[in-house]
């Protein structure tokens, strides 16, 4: 039966045989001294069987008994796992100009102009494209409390909504997407959206199934080829086409219309700055890649590296405040004291909540929700900890092994914001802290993220108390694996807080 279906599709059939010499002659040929495998890899597939459904469990297991560093191959391709601080710090940053790239993505691949923007891309063109995102982004507020204003006009939307719930139990997860999601459009376009218009609705949902999807694109990382074959089997055409949605949705209404009323007098969204500067450069006869393409791709970005992170590590938030109801609590008392219930709490106020901020970061560090960062490449041999890394090689930085690191944090599994906090009650946070990684690649919407992480716990809990639907049965911590690790679906109950 199978060398039937082999004969009918050569071209797998060509595939598998040229997948399985070069497997061979991998062996055959392995380069010394590569940091050591934790388990002996299958023929073709490699050790892609044995992560199983468990990804994260089984490379914590391997991280422990291999040390800092260990091998795999995923396919054909030698994939290098850094485990330990010190290991990430002297790839990323010491030797940050062998490790800054990314290897091809099967996003890439599938579509028509390949890896561009900011997160896939690489070179030249990637450090034009986020460098100018990063300079029109702080342009309109990124830290600055001008964007803080527009953002708590988002999350009194949000308080709103909730209020309407009437301390009835309900799943946030949509509705905290869309707020967040919000924040993004609000830069991008200069406007936010309703929660019930059909628009962004029709947006949230193929961006919410495209992240959904994604999660289970491992075998599709290492076997691209496998969307050729008949069927869909693998997801990989509904991958494309979302992707094709996501990437015009915003171009096909707002990009043309914004290209032909071009204002430099008068800019209040990113794609109209973008569009400048890239007019401003053509007209200077200076080379650059800001152009439609890339454009379309940043706004993309935008929404993974400024919204979904942000609203997964709220749902955390709320999930940690259910199952320890004395931290949330001591938030409660501190915003208070501090800031008082008559007015929401600013940026004004950050400095002077210790607690709350102590336990963003406690949250951020357990819930570790990026726990593999975004994979990275090594562009030449060199070496790492002694040992030798060859040019080509992919390599996943171990987030999860080093904000769960025990001779780091001690007692990595339990819940502890004072972990953050010396006798005196100042922050106290360690170079170990890492959830937005570290590198020329560290996360593009880390300040915007801490911004906005801030201003709207703060928000929730000054206004309600956070009770579980059914107090014998609280949230588990155990997490989805995908782009992000998110919590399972829980219910959670907002009782308004009495004056």
Known sequence: MAAEYLTQYPLLFLALTLAAVLLIKRWLHNPGNIPPFPARPYPIVGHLPLLKKTPRETIAKWAEQTGDMFSLYMGTSLVVVLNSYDVLKDALVRQAEHFTERPPSFIGRISKEGDKGILSNSGPEWKEQRATTITLLRNFGMGKNTLAESIQGEISAYLKEISSFNGKPTDVRTLTNASVSNVICSIIIGKRFDYNDPFFINFMHIFNEQIRLLAG??????????????????????????????????????????????DEN?????????????????????????????????????????????????????????????????????????VGTEKPPTM????????LNAAIMETQRSASIV??????????????????????????????????DKKTWGDPLNFRPERFLDAEGNLVIPEQFVPFSLGRRVCLGESL???????????LIQKFEFLPADPNNLPTCKSVFGVTSAPLPFQIRFVERKA
């Open 217 to 262: 694109t491992s075998t599709l990382n290492w076997f691209h080829w496998l969307r050729f074959l008949p069927g869909d089997f693998f997801n990989a055409k509904k991958i494309q086409k979302n992707q094709q949605a996501l990437v015009s949705y915003f171009s096909d209404r707002y990009i043309s219309e914004y290209s032909q009323n071009l």
């Open 371 to 404: 726990p593999f960062s975004l994979v990275h490449m090594c562009t030449a041999d060199t070496t790492v900890l002694g040992y030798f890394i060859p040019k080509g090689t992919v390599i996943f930085p171990n987030l999860d092994a080093v904000l769960l």
């Open 266 to 338: 008068n800019v209040d969204n990113f794609i109209a700055a973008y569009l400048i500067e890239s007019k401003k450069r053509q007209k200077s006869g200076t080379p650059t890649t800001l152009d439609g393409i890339n454009l379309r791709r940043v706004i993309a970005n935008l929404f993974i590296a400024g919204s979904e992170t942000t609203s997964t590590t709220m749902l955390w938030f709320m999930v940690y405040m259910l199952r320890h109801p004395d931290v949330q609590q001591k938030i409660y008392k501190e915003i208070e004291e501090v």
């Open 348 to 355: 004004n106020d950050k400095s002077k909540l210790n607690y």
């Open 449 to 459: 993220a801490k911004m906005e992480l801030f201003l709207f716990l703060s928000a």
